[in-house]
């Protein structure tokens, strides 16, 4: 199983996007769940985690201005992304939290540029 990432596309400067990822009952239910994603030429990282019990973690990065959040009756992890900044391009994966290998899907382009 592969988790796709969705939502991605081109914003300018300052502005928002909402990703989500939708992934089976037995990925999602009692795991946390977390947002990564990978620059040209850098190391993939992670953005932002979200355990089953709503507690969050978020790269300092992106503090104040990002928003991981779950919905347990959808099997769907969201993050909000506001405030966008150049430095926000990158693929956008969603996996579990801690990553699990074998999950990585292929990923949503986030573009910010003018």
């Known amino acids: 199983v592969q988790l796709q990432a969705s939502g991605g596309g081109l914003v300018q400067p300052g502005g928002s996007l909402r990703l989500s990822c939708a992934a089976p009952?037995?990925?999602?239910?009692?795991?946390?769940m977390g947002w990564y994603r990978q620059a040209p030429g850098k190391q993939r990282e992670l953005v932002a985690g979200i355990t089953s019990d709503d507690y969050t973690n978020y790269a300092y990065s992106v503090k104040g201005r990002f928003a991981i959040s779950r919905d347990n009756a959808k099997n769907t992890v969201y993050l909000q992304m506001n405030s966008l900044k150049p430095e926000d391009t990158a693929v956008y994966y969603c996996?579990?939290?801690?990553?699990?290998?074998?999950?990585w899907g292929q990923g949503t382009q986030v573009t910010v540029s003018s």
């Open positions: 996996n579990q939290w801690p990553a699990r290998f074998g999950l």
């Open positions: 009952g037995s990925i999602f239910s009692d795991n946390g």
